[in-house]
């Protein structure tokens, strides 16, 4: 069964730290990113980072300073530490894996359910 589970939102004053976590199950991973959709707005990337030796990273403009975007291969998993919050910063966050499912070759998008980060004035 294909799962990714977002873990670490909630709610914190600006200028404060979280760290989010995704972890997949069931597929073979290789890029994975974060996302994230505002009320009103569209879903945008926040960061991703590939797969294999050296992996590189992409981040979105507004958060290049403050958020890193990291993985543990032999956990799956994909985290996001985020520092020095800002009030628009306030959105739902997705976990995103291109990945395959197991014994197969095809390669698609998977998506978390999301997890709300809500930073406060």
């Known amino acids: 069964q294909v799962q990714l589970v977002e873990s670490g939102g909630g709610l914190v004053q600006a200028g404060g730290s979280l760290r989010l976590s995704c972890v997949a199950s069931?597929?073979?991973?290789?890029?994975m990113g974060w996302y994230r959709q505002a009320p009103g707005r569209q879903r945008e990337l926040v960061a991703e980072i590939t797969s294999g030796t050296g992996d590189s990273t992409n981040y979105a403009d507004s958060v290049k300073g403050r958020f890193t975007i990291s993985r543990d291969n032999a956990k799956n998993t994909v985290y996001l530490q985020m520092n020095n919050l800002k009030p628009e910063d306030t959105a739902v966050y997705y976990c995103?894996?291109?990945?395959?499912?197991?014994?197969?070759?095809?390669?698609?998008?998977?998506w978390g359910q999301g997890t709300q980060v809500t930073v406060s004035s």
């Open positions: 069931g597929i073979v991973v290789y890029t």
């Open positions: 995103k894996a291109n990945a395959r499912v197991l014994f197969r070759t095809a390669r698609n998008d998977y």
